[in-house]
């Protein structure tokens, strides 16, 4: 898959990103031809539906909330041993294959959820958690900083935004619990993060990243048409 990637995209006029680092990851940065080409597009959210005074979902109701996909890499089995070490309800939007034993351990999974009737979980919920043991550009922990509510994140994925987030040790499940306890304490004091969800609207606007990929695309239709 790798080499497939290197090969479509020096075919490419531009080759969008969701960050650099992955980019290198994926091995594209190595090569000058294709690094030249290279653009950084992360992920956006619409910061007018994801905001703190969204509408509460009962459903996740001071409870540490995780929204994606429920699989090995996002480490959820750990998280729910955190959740249960401190007391705390783990509730999952999402599908996958870790569900039923994501249930065993005591999460509550309910499913998949439209995105416009996302915001209201974020804004229930006491935190958000994504303790993944490897991440590209999560979407939901934008949403999450949209919402304005505290997020405990692995270290890996603590420094898109180091001085705004609690960074754990995904390894470590008492590190996990102690990040949760943070978080929960900030959450019952009342603490808001002005400065990440501002960050959020700046750099991750929705129609400001469209708008910006339009106009890259037709600049080079433009150019090919010439």
């Known amino acids: 898959i790798r080499a497939l990637r290197r090969i479509a995209a020096r075919w490419a006029d531009l ?3 969701p960050s650099f680092g992955m980019a290198e990851r994926w091995g594209l940065v190595r090569d000058p031809a294709i690094r030249s080409r290279l653009v950084e597009m992360p992920n956006g959210v619409d910061a007018e539906r994801f905001r703190p005074d969204a509408e509460p979902d009962p459903r996740a109701k001071g409870a540490v909330l995780y929204v994606g996909r429920l699989s ?3 480490n959820l089995l ?11 309800r783990l509730v999952c939007v999402g599908q996958g294959p870790l569900a039923s034993r994501l249930r065993a351990a005591g999460a509550e ?3 998949p959820v439209f995105n416009e009737h996302l915001p209201g979980w974020y804004t229930a919920a006491a935190c958000f958690a994504l303790p993944s043991l490897t991440e590209g550009s999560p979407k939901a922990l934008l949403e999450a900083a949209a919402s304005d509510i505290p997020c405990v994140v692995s270290d890996e994925v603590s420094r898109w935004a180091p001085n705004y987030v609690i960074g754990v040790n995904p390894m470590h499940t008492g590190d996990i619990a102690s990040g949760l306890r943070l978080a929960l304490k900030m959450r019952a004091l009342g ?3 002005t400065v990440l969800r501002e960050r959020v609207r ?3 606007d929705l129609r400001a990243l469209l708008r910006r990929e339009v106009e890259l695309v037709w600049g080079v239709a433009r150019g090919h048409a010439r």
């Open 15 to 17: 080759v969008f990103v």
């Open 72 to 74: 090995p890499e996002k």
């Open 78 to 88: 750990r998280l729910a041993e955190a959740c249960r070490l401190i007391g705390a």
């Open 109 to 111: 999974i309910h499913g």
């Open 191 to 193: 603490c808001q993060n």
């Open 202 to 204: 700046r750099n991750h």
